[in-house]
């Protein structure tokens, strides 16, 4: 019971407690049946609401809820039942006693269990106004800034972003509001590498604001920054100044420009105010009148040069907009003067007026010009003084100046010069040529022709300039000119010599190949030209006979009738010695070219008077017919060539044509003297002994040394088939020396075998004679053989003889001082006279076979080889006649008391063996002294 009655009390007192906090409560507590009406209220539906709570007892909810919101309150209600959820937070708009809206934020919970409904309300009324209040200040705030033109952001003293405008998002790439709580280094992490993170750090900690301007790499823009302290961190707005920066720095560049310009002008400028005061100058100016520019500026211009009163002069037309140009002197520091031209302009700045002046220091200038009047002066002088022809002609080409040079070389006055035009005074000027706008400017030794007064042509060497306008038009011809005549007569007297025979004056080989090209150029198809190849067949003998002067004579003579008989459109040319060539062009082929040959024949066969003794040249004529035996010149000569030897060696005053077989040949020809070069090395050469027969009494006297070539494949070669090519190509020399080696030291093998002194004749060519070594070889050879020198006769040719008379009669002279003894080979067959021997100490003439072989038919020849023989021996000449080839001819040799014979009558030449076989026949030679 008493356990009963303490719970009571506590139940009791534990809701009178209850009921306390309850009415105490400033929320609202209301208790709803299943049906929605007020079961209870608290006391703070009063102060709430306006209601005793005793009022609400008993009412539906409804009553304090707003109308707006009957509807929700029911769905709360309806899903609090289904108990899902149990409870639930809202905000209510509630009507006050008043009429009054109150918004309460209300929570109600469903019990099941006691089928009740428990509502809380709290009256939030002012505090949603606030709220609401500021959000309406902060949206205001927000559209301010962010329709303001900067960048704007906010951060802490902790440096996170507070606050930060679109416009500060959009410049490092971010939203705005999302950054917004962020560290700054987070959201724009290239500040670390900007300066302004530090201008940020000092406001941050200085709380002093700071403005300045940044270029911000990372979008490469110039941005002017101001920081302002705002609570404990910063606020910052910033925008792009990168144009205005860029104008600036133009700005500042073009003023960089100008005053670079003002200063590096080349000429002096000031700068002068109304009163005359110079308030600037450049650096030129400072140089030339040697001031500097703190002691210019506060000068007066007057100081230096103009002077207020001048200056006022200049004031109306410079006011008028006109810049006056004077001449003046002018005044430096250092006292000295200067004549300069200046330019005064007038301008205004800022309404102050100022003058320009720009001196121009014509020092230079009027020292240019004397210099130029002084240069004009001396050219003048030197025109005036030069040998050489001074022309100035102008675009017309008339002659606008001239000097005293070419008035003498043209033969004209000064005056009646300067109405000429230059195609007038030159033969042919290439004036219209040199019209041309993209001709020259020079014309660098030019040849021309003057025409002088008096109608003959002067050659002058012509320098000329000429001056050109923008477009290429001529000016002006300015031109000097020598006199060249002189020159140009020797060049071509020069070029004479060089085509053509000094002589005759007939084309030379040179010409010759260029004329012969021309023709077969122009040789039209079926057309033939003939190349004919001359060789005198008397020249020789009238050179060596009469001398060259006589012989000159002779070829002059040729080449004048070679001329009237030949066409001016031929060609005749002299090779030289006496090869002459014609070329003809003969329309009929050879029947035209055998008609030209016989003419050319008839007119060398006529007698030619040299010397007072009527000659006959005769010529061998070799003819080569183009096209058909070659068609180049060279080979057209070369079987021209080639025909005329041929022509020769048929017996001379011929001519041959060209024929193929000739060739073979000349190839035959040709192939000996390949195989000739290593015969005397080879061995293949041997000496034939031919036995030379003392006519008083049968006796045998000697023997001349004949020379045998055993060719490996021809087998013997004659020696008319190869000593004439020997003595062409030299070898002559070598086998020459071999023969006389050989001879000799055969020879003093005989004597030594048969105890006798026999007798050698060894021939010796002409170029062996010319050797300046060849006594000392015949010196050598003699005592290397030991052969007695009278054992040794050397046989010499007429033409050999008189190849050098003074320098062969000396050799002869050493020779006979050797002791050995000198013939004279083939005599008669040259022009050579017995008197003309006597210049020579010659012992033996051998008398050529073809005056002994004419015996038979010509009983004169008797006579004459007596007369011979008698006149020899007067001039203590021995008399050997050659080819005996009969006893008859014997018999007369005998009878004309010729001393001695050879011949194939008496022994033909033989081996050494055979003349072993002879010698024992004949007995012994005799001793010459026996
Ligand atoms: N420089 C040198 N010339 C030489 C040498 N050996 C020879 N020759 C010269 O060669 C020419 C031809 O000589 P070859 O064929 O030897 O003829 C000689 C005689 O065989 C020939 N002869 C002699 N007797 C007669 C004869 O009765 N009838 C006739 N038809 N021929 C005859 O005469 C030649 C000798 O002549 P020559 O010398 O003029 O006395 C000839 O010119 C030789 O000179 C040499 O070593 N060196």
């Given at each position: 019971?008493?356990?009963?009655?303490?719970?009571?009390?506590?139940?009791?007192?534990?809701?009178?407690?209850?009921?306390?906090?309850?009415?105490?409560?400033?929320?609202?507590?209301?208790?709803?049946?299943?049906?929605?009406?007020?079961?209870?209220?608290?006391?703070?539906?009063?102060?709430?609401?306006g209601?005793?709570?005793?009022?609400?007892?008993?009412?539906?909810?409804?009553?304090?809820?707003?109308?707006?919101?009957?509807?929700?309150?029911?769905?709360?209600e309806?899903?609090?039942?289904?108990?899902?959820?149990e409870?639930?937070?809202?905000?209510?708009?509630?009507?006050h006693?008043?009429?009054?809206?109150?918004?309460?934020?209300?929570?109600?919970?469903?019990?099941?269990?006691h089928?009740?409904?428990?509502?809380?309300?709290?009256?939030?009324?002012?505090?949603?106004?606030?709220?609401?209040?500021?959000?309406r200040?902060?949206?205001?705030?927000?559209?301010?800034?962010?329709?303001?033109?900067?960048?704007?952001?906010?951060?802490?003293?902790?440096?996170?972003?507070t606050?930060?405008?679109?416009?500060?998002?959009?410049?490092?790439?971010?939203?705005?509001?999302?950054?917004?709580?962020?560290?700054?280094?987070?959201?724009?992490?290239?500040?670390?590498?900007?300066?302004?993170?530090?201008?940020?750090?000092?406001?941050?900690?200085?709380?002093?604001?700071?403005?300045?301007?940044?270029?911000?790499?990372?979008?490469?823009?110039?941005?002017?920054?101001?920081?302002?302290?705002?609570?404990?961190?910063?606020?910052?707005?910033?925008?792009?100044?990168?144009?205005?920066?860029?104008?600036?720095?133009?700005?500042?560049?073009?003023?960089?420009?100008?005053?670079?310009?003002?200063?590096?002008?080349?000429?002096?400028?000031?700068?002068?105010?109304?009163?005359?005061?110079?308030?600037?100058?450049?650096?030129?100016?400072?140089?030339?009148?040697?001031?500097?520019?703190?002691?210019?500026?506060?000068?007066?211009?007057?100081?230096?040069c103009?002077?207020?009163?001048?200056?006022?002069?200049?004031?109306?037309?410079?006011?008028?907009?006109?810049?006056?140009?004077?001449?003046?002197q002018?005044?430096?520091?250092?006292?000295?003067?200067?004549?300069?031209?200046?330019?005064?302009?007038?301008?205004?700045?800022?309404?102050?007026?100022?003058?320009?002046?720009?001196?121009?220091?014509?020092?230079?200038?009027?020292?240019?010009e004397?210099?130029?009047?002084?240069?004009?002066?001396?050219?003048?002088?030197?025109?005036?003084?030069?040998?050489?022809?001074?022309?100035?002609?102008?675009?017309?080409?008339?002659?606008?100046?001239?000097?005293?040079?070419?008035?003498?070389?043209?033969?004209?006055?000064?005056?009646?010069l300067?109405?000429?035009?230059?195609?007038?005074?030159?033969?042919?000027?290439?004036?219209?040529?040199?019209?041309d706008?993209?001709?020259?400017?020079?014309?660098?030794?030019?040849?021309?022709?003057?025409?002088?007064r008096?109608?003959?042509?002067?050659?002058?060497?012509?320098?000329?300039?000429?001056?050109?306008?923008?477009?290429?038009?001529?000016?002006?011809?300015?031109?000097?000119?020598?006199?060249?005549t002189?020159?140009?007569?020797?060049?071509?007297?020069?070029?004479?010599?060089?085509?053509?025979?000094?002589?005759?004056?007939?084309?030379?080989?040179?010409?010759?190949?260029?004329?012969?090209?021309?023709?077969l150029?122009?040789?039209?198809?079926?057309?033939?030209?003939?190349?004919?190849?001359?060789?005198?067949?008397?020249?020789?003998?009238?050179?060596?006979?009469?001398?060259?002067?006589?012989?000159?004579?002779?070829?002059?003579?040729?080449?004048?009738?070679?001329?009237?008989?030949?066409?001016p459109?031929?060609?005749?040319?002299?090779?030289?010695?006496?090869?002459?060539?014609?070329?003809?062009?003969?329309?009929?082929?050879?029947?035209?070219?055998?008609?030209?040959?016989?003419?050319?024949?008839?007119?060398?066969?006529?007698?030619?008077?040299?010397?007072?003794?009527?000659?006959?040249?005769?010529?061998?004529?070799?003819?080569?017919?183009?096209?058909?035996?070659?068609?180049?010149?060279?080979?057209?000569?070369?079987?021209?060539?080639?025909?005329?030897?041929?022509?020769?060696?048929?017996?001379?005053?011929?001519?041959?044509?060209?024929?193929?077989e000739?060739?073979?040949?000349?190839?035959?020809?040709?192939?000996?003297?390949?195989?000739?070069?290593?015969?005397?090395?080879?061995?293949?050469?041997?000496?034939?002994?031919?036995?030379?027969?003392?006519?008083?009494?049968?006796?045998?006297?000697?023997?001349?040394?004949?020379?045998?070539?055993?060719?490996?494949?021809?087998?013997?070669?004659?020696?008319?088939?190869?000593?004439?090519?020997?003595?062409?190509?030299?070898?002559?020399?070598?086998?020459?020396?071999?023969?006389l080696?050989e001879?000799?030291?055969?020879?003093?093998?005989?004597?030594?075998?048969?105890?006798?002194?026999?007798?050698?004749?060894?021939?010796?060519?002409?170029?062996?004679?010319?050797?300046?070594?060849?006594?000392?070889?015949?010196r050598?050879?003699?005592?290397?053989?030991?052969?007695?020198?009278?054992?040794?006769?050397?046989?010499?040719?007429?033409?050999?003889?008189?190849?050098d008379?003074?320098?062969?009669?000396?050799?002869?002279?050493?020779?006979?001082?050797?002791?050995?003894?000198?013939?004279?080979?083939?005599?008669?067959?040259?022009?050579?006279?017995?008197?003309?021997?006597?210049?020579?100490?010659?012992?033996?003439?051998?008398?050529?076979?073809?005056?002994?072989?004419?015996?038979?038919?010509?009983?004169?020849?008797?006579?004459?080889?007596?007369?011979?023989?008698?006149?020899?021996?007067?001039?203590?000449?021995?008399?050997?006649?050659?080819?005996?080839?009969?006893?008859?001819?014997?018999?007369?040799?005998?009878?004309?008391?010729?001393?001695?014979?050879?011949?194939?009558?008496?022994?033909?030449?033989?081996?050494?063996?055979?003349?072993?076989?002879?010698?024992?026949?004949?007995?012994?030679?005799?001793?010459?002294?026996?």
């Open positions: 019971m008493n356990t009963t009655l303490a719970s009571t009390d506590a139940l009791a007192q534990l809701a009178e407690e209850n009921a306390a906090l309850i009415d105490n409560a400033l929320d609202l507590l209301v208790v709803l049946d299943p049906a929605g009406r007020i079961l209870r209220a608290n006391a703070a539906a009063r102060a709430l609401l209601y005793e709570p005793d009022q609400l007892v008993g009412q539906h909810y409804n009553a304090i809820v707003h109308p707006d919101q009957h509807d929700e309150a029911l769905t709360i309806h899903s609090l039942h289904r108990e899902h959820p409870r639930a937070n809202v905000r209510m708009r509630l009507r006693r008043d009429g009054r809206v109150v918004l309460m934020s209300v929570a109600a919970r469903w019990s099941g269990v089928g009740r409904m428990f509502l809380t309300a709290r009256d939030i009324t002012e505090q949603e106004r606030a709220r609401e209040g500021l959000e200040s902060e949206a205001a705030l927000n559209s301010m800034l962010e329709s303001i033109g900067d960048a704007f952001f906010a951060i802490d003293s902790g440096w996170r972003l606050y930060a405008n679109q416009k500060a998002g959009d410049f490092v790439g971010v939203t705005a509001a999302a950054a917004i709580g962020h560290p700054l280094l987070e959201i724009a992490p290239d500040l670390r590498h900007s300066s302004s993170l530090p201008r940020y750090q000092r406001a941050m900690e200085t709380r002093q604001p700071d403005a300045f301007e940044v270029f911000w790499e990372p979008r490469q823009v110039w941005i002017e920054v101001r920081v302002y302290p705002n609570g404990d961190g910063i606020s910052v707005y910033f925008h792009e100044i990168t144009a205005k920066r860029e104008a600036e720095q133009a700005l500042r560049k073009s003023e960089q420009r100008f005053r670079k310009l003002f200063n590096q002008a080349g000429d002096a400028i000031m700068i002068v105010d109304s009163k005359m005061d110079i308030v600037s100058v450049n650096d030129r100016a400072c140089a030339r009148f040697g001031y500097r520019y703190d002691e210019f500026v506060g000068m007066q211009a007057a100081d230096v103009l002077g207020r009163e001048q200056a006022r002069e200049l004031l109306p037309g410079l006011r008028a907009g006109h810049s006056q140009l004077l001449r003046m002018k005044r430096c520091k250092d006292g000295s003067t200067f004549p300069a031209e200046v330019q005064i302009s007038r301008f205004d700045d800022d309404g102050e007026e100022f003058f320009l002046a720009v001196i121009r220091d014509l020092s230079d200038r009027e020292q240019a004397r210099q130029l009047r002084e240069s004009e002066q001396r050219f003048r002088e030197v025109i005036e003084m030069t040998p050489a022809g001074y022309l100035l002609a102008g675009r017309d080409g008339a002659l606008e100046d001239a000097n005293p040079a070419l008035c003498a070389l043209s033969g004209y006055p000064r005056e009646m300067l109405a000429l035009r230059l195609e007038q005074l030159f033969v042919s000027f290439p004036w219209a040529s040199l019209q706008p993209d001709g020259p400017t020079a014309v660098q030794g030019m040849e021309a022709v003057l025409r002088h008096n109608g003959y042509q002067i050659h002058v060497l012509f320098n000329g300039s000429i001056r050109r306008d923008a477009a290429g038009r001529v000016l002006s011809l300015t031109g000097l000119m020598a006199d060249i002189g020159r140009k007569a020797a060049e071509s007297r020069l070029q004479e010599l060089a085509t053509h025979d000094t002589l005759t004056g007939l084309p030379n080989r040179a010409l010759l190949g260029e004329r012969v090209q021309q023709m150029d122009a040789c039209p198809h079926g057309g033939a030209i003939a190349v004919m190849f001359l060789d005198l067949d008397r020249f020789k003998e009238v050179n060596d006979s009469f001398g060259h002067e006589m012989g000159d004579v002779l070829l002059c003579e040729v080449a004048a009738r070679l001329r009237r008989v030949i066409r459109s031929d060609v005749i040319a002299r090779l030289g010695g006496d090869e002459f060539v014609v070329v003809a062009y003969c329309a009929n082929g050879q029947a035209a070219a055998a008609r030209i040959a016989d003419k050319l024949l008839e007119v060398l066969t006529a007698p030619v008077t040299v010397g007072g003794i009527d000659v006959i040249a005769g010529a061998s004529i070799g003819i080569s017919m183009y096209p058909q035996d070659a068609q180049t010149r060279e080979m057209l000569f070369q079987t021209a060539d080639t025909a005329m030897y041929r022509a020769k060696g048929a017996g001379r005053n011929r001519y041959r044509f060209f024929e193929a000739m060739t073979v040949a000349t190839q035959v020809r040709m192939a000996l003297e390949v195989s000739l070069r290593p015969a005397l090395a080879r061995g293949e050469f041997e000496l034939h002994y031919q036995p030379r027969i003392d006519l008083a009494d049968m006796a045998l006297y000697g023997m001349e040394a004949l020379i045998r070539w055993n060719h490996p494949e021809r087998g013997r070669v004659p020696p008319q088939q190869f000593i004439g090519i020997a003595e062409e190509t030299g070898l002559i020399v070598a086998i020459g020396r071999w023969v080696l001879a000799c030291t055969q020879t003093r093998r005989l004597m030594d075998a048969y105890r006798r002194q026999v007798v050698v004749s060894v021939n010796v060519s002409a170029r062996q004679l010319a050797l300046p070594g060849f006594v000392d070889e015949v050598e050879v003699l005592a290397r053989t030991g052969l007695p020198p009278g054992c040794l006769e050397l046989e010499l040719t007429e033409s050999a003889l008189i190849e008379i003074e320098r062969t009669a000396s050799m002869l002279r050493e020779l006979k001082r050797l002791g050995v003894a000198l013939a004279v080979d083939d005599f008669g067959t040259g022009y050579s006279g017995l008197a003309y021997l006597r210049r020579f100490p010659i012992d033996v003439l051998k008398l050529d076979r073809s005056f002994v072989q004419q015996h038979d038919e010509d009983v004169s020849t008797l006579g004459f080889v007596k007369a011979f023989v008698d006149m020899a021996h007067a001039l203590d000449l021995a008399v050997v006649a050659e080819g005996v080839e009969t006893a008859e001819i014997l018999e007369f040799l005998r009878a004309a008391r010729c001393d001695q014979a050879q011949g194939y009558y008496l022994a033909r030449p033989m081996p050494l063996d055979d003349l072993r076989g002879v010698i024992e026949a004949h007995g012994a030679p005799r001793l010459q002294n026996s």
